[in-house]
């Protein structure tokens, strides 16, 4: 019989680059078997007993300090073992720091931090560098070791500061099977000192065992019920019955020039401001396609609040309280999809029906575990929002054609009545653009917007205590937000009716001062929203051979006269800052991804300047695949279940966050006075043909509309005239901006560039940062 593949614990410190090391494990060592345990999860005399069962241990990296406790967890005695009990460890960054702290090492801050940071690393060509050439390794490191004094513990390799001068970045213990390094192997871009150093590691691991006479222990069920499945491993998606035929697509394609994405939602009904509807809208290069959901009474809303056992199921004018049982909403909405399978129309088209909304940046902590804030006594925004889409209108801005689709039976009336509507709405348009050149005003009155920034000097003081976290090992990265409310009170403005949408003009307005390729209008009442994003944060085509792509935007500048694209290469890729905090985020959706689909990750694109209609960007692309094929073999991936537990791991964004992900949730958690909500988490759709596409909540505004009451879970529609007889009442927006802090950042400039961003939404209601700011 053959020996079993290696089995390699692998101890996670609450990190967001562990499923990086955990694919290099298994680059280094074929076949190997990686189980991920957390620092707190077994008591540590409890995984004593445990150790047989493993050929080797890796100690994974992670926030904080090794001196703290609650950072370090169990680590710390895995260096104290006897004997009896030893194996091959190896330590990464916070494994390297407790390692030598445990041996007397003394442990100290860096004068300058090291955060995403290339440095060339100086080895000794042997021990886990032999045969290793030059080394550029990735650091992600404030705290570091000094080892004079330290016992038994011997620099392998070291690198040279300018500020901090000599740093250690590799150790062993002269006696015992240790090994740490204190950069990054598995980081995208170190060079020389990754699967080298990690092939080095397992060779010396092998010999040791073998000179020891170590055997592991065979697996059986008990190691199994303590340690689980290993990973790659995809987590099962619920087993409901699919309907025994999938539905079909009508389709009708028509090209009808001169007919803009704006028209159609006019013709379809947008200025009732009383009724939801959905536009996601490429307003500019490179975004192609525009989905225009048309929406019936009948049209099915789900909502969710955080917290919740239950959603809302909204069906023409009943909302049904559906108890979610054992399921998390995740889950519950794929068994929704699961139950509503299409089939049948051009591969070309993105969407041929499903869900279309938002989900708020909540609902990604409430997947981190982290307590949000809530506002129990307030009126708040459903951190699920979206509606299944049966009929809906595709516009492909390549090749100018318009697609009418219908995932409804025997629906070709509405498809042959909507295309002579549409061509009639064309014919009607090109008369009235001849006669009549002045545009209907979509922007609001001068003075009459009062805009409440957040306390400036409140903010700069909370830039410096992120620093300190940074300058403390607890984050790399913070991305620090708060948001501007904005009161309208125009009463010469047209109220909103069935007839005029307020909020609608004001989407026309933006899409006008800065169109992006992935805008949006949602009006899911209680909650609208006006997007202009600038970031797609997943997409993910349908089955079979699903590829599922992240493509995180760090670094960004502005259009004008003298910013040629050699000035943009040189501001954005020629920025060690700006290069910085694309690597830091592209490690973290690295880790996600890897998480989710397993070892099939790659980054096809890094740091690339891409041109867009206003800006210059500087944009990352990470795909992956399912290993297994999930996507494809497994019935419960078949409907796009995969993609959609891939944005569950993902959330929230990690371009609006930080790295490690869940500490610097918890630490925005104490700098940040309320809520983001609808600003930070993502909108797009799933369609039920199994793709998706979902964009990151920035540069939007949102509002809360309470014209809508919820009464029994179900949302009762009042007429203005009703609610407000004969008296105007304004609407009050908010829009979130904020920016990432690292151990760089000035808060003078850090505010400017929260106006900045703030700046291209207030115009939408003809205001400005007030002066003074």
């Known amino acids: 019989m053959s020996p079993e593949p290696p089995r390699i614990l692998l101890v996670d410190s609450y990190d967001s680059f562990t499923y990086n090391l955990a694919a290099l494990c298994r680059k280094a060592i074929p076949n190997c078997y990686v189980h991920i345990i957390k620092n707190d999860d077994i008591e540590p005399k409890v995984l004593l007993s445990y150790l047989p069962y493993f050929s080797a241990v890796v100690v994974g990296p992670g926030p904080g300090s090794p001196d703290i406790p609650e950072d370090i967890g169990l680590v710390k005695d895995l260096w104290k073992i006897d004997e009896a009990h030893a194996l091959p460890i190896f330590g990464v960054c916070l494994g390297l720091q407790s390692l030598a702290l445990e041996y007397g090492a003394v442990l100290r801050r860096l004068s300058v931090v090291k955060h995403g940071q290339v440095s060339a690393v100086e080895h000794t060509g042997t021990d886990i560098f032999k045969g290793v050439g030059p080394v550029d390794a990735v650091r992600y490191h404030s705290l570091h070791v000094e080892l004079s004094g330290a016992k038994n513990i011997e620099e392998l390799a070291s690198t040279h500061d300018e500020g901090n001068g000599r740093v250690v970045m590799a150790i062993r213990h002269r006696t015992r099977p240790f090994w740490a390094v204190q950069y990054h192997p598995e980081s995208v871009l170190t060079r020389g000192g990754g699967i080298e150093v990690m092939l080095n590691f397992w060779r010396l691991a092998r010999t040791w065992s073998s000179s020891c006479g170590r055997v592991t222990r065979p697996w059986d069920q008990k190691a199994e019920g303590i340690f689980g499945t290993p990973w790659p491993y995809v987590r099962p998606s619920p087993s409901t019955p699919r309907i025994n035929t999938p539905l079909s697509v009508s389709t009708i394609k028509l090209s009808i020039p001169g007919l803009s994405a704006p028209d159609i939602c006019e013709v379809l009904g947008v200025d009732d401001d009383t009724s939801p509807f959905v536009m996601l809208e490429s307003a500019a290069q490179p975004g192609r396609f525009t989905i225009i959901g048309c929406l019936t009474s009948m049209s099915m809303r789900v909502t969710y609040t955080i917290g919740d056992s239950f959603v809302h199921l909204e069906n023409g004018e009943s909302c049904d309280h559906i108890d979610m049982g054992s399921q998390d909403v995740w889950s519950w909405l794929t068994s929704f999809m699961n139950k509503r399978k299409v089939t049948g129309s051009s591969s070309e088209i993105p969407f041929w ?90 922007k609001a009155r001068p003075n009459t917007s009062a805009v409440i920034l957040p306390d400036q000097n409140l903010y700069k003081s909370r830039i410096n205590l992120a620093k300190e976290h940074l300058f403390a090992g607890e984050s790399y990265e913070l991305c620090l937000t708060a948001n501007t409310r904005i009161t309208l009170n125009d009463p010469l403005a047209p109220k909103a009716s069935s007839t005029n949408s307020p909020s609608w003009q004001r989407y026309k307005h933006l899409r006008e001062l800065n169109p992006a390729p992935h805008a949006a209008y949602l009006r899911l009442h209680p909650t609208t929203l006006l997007a202009s994003s600038p970031e797609r944060f997943l997409s993910f085509s349908r089955p079979p051979g699903t590829t599922y792509q992240l493509r995180p935007i760090k670094g960004t500048v502005r259009k004008g006269p003298h910013v040629t694209r050699a000035v943009a290469e040189q501001a954005l890729r020629g920025s060690r800052k700006e290069v910085a905090e694309n690597l830091m985020i592209v490690d973290l959706i690295r880790h996600d991804l890897h998480g989710a689909v397993g070892e099939n990750v790659e980054v096809k694109q890094f740091c690339t300047v891409e041109e867009y209609k206003t800006i210059w960007q500087l944009v990352s692309v990470i795909e ?13 991936y078949a409907n796009g279940a995969l993609g959609w537990e891939v944005l569950r791991r993902s959330l929230p964004p990690g371009s609006m966050t930080g790295a490690p992900k869940k500490r610097s949730v918890e630490i925005l958690q104490s700098l940040e006075d309320e809520e983001r909500n609808v600003y930070s988490g993502v909108f797009g759709y799933w369609c039920a043909g199994g793709g998706g596409d979902w964009s990151v909540t920035i540069r939007s505004c949102f509002k809360y509309d309470d014209r809508y009451e919820c009464d029994a879970h179900s949302y009762t529609k009042f007429n203005n005239s009703d609610c407000y007889p004969g008296v105007h009442e304004p609407e009050h927006w908010v829009v979130g901006a904020g920016g990432a802090i690292t151990a760089l950042s000035d808060p003078d400039a850090e505010w400017d560039e929260m106006l900045v961003k703030l700046q291209s939404v207030l115009r939408v209601f003809g205001a400005a940062v007030p002066r003074g700011h």
């Open 624 to 636: 992956g695949s399912s290993a297994d094929g999930a996507d494809q073999t497994a019935s419960h």
């Open 353 to 442: 029906g499903g869900l279309i909304g938002y989900l708020s940046y909540e609902l990604g902590i409430e997947s981190l575990r982290v307590s949000p804030h809530r506002l129990s006594s307030q009126a708040r925004h459903p951190d699920v929002n979206l509606v299944f889409v049966e009929r809906s209108i595709v516009l492909d801005s390549t090749s100018g054609h318009i697609y009418l689709q219908s995932i409804t039976a025997d629906d070709d009336e509405w498809l042959t009545a909507m295309a002579a509507q549409l061509q009639s709405a064309a014919r009607n348009y090109s008369t009235y653009s001849s006669f009549n050149t002045t545009p209907y005003p979509t």
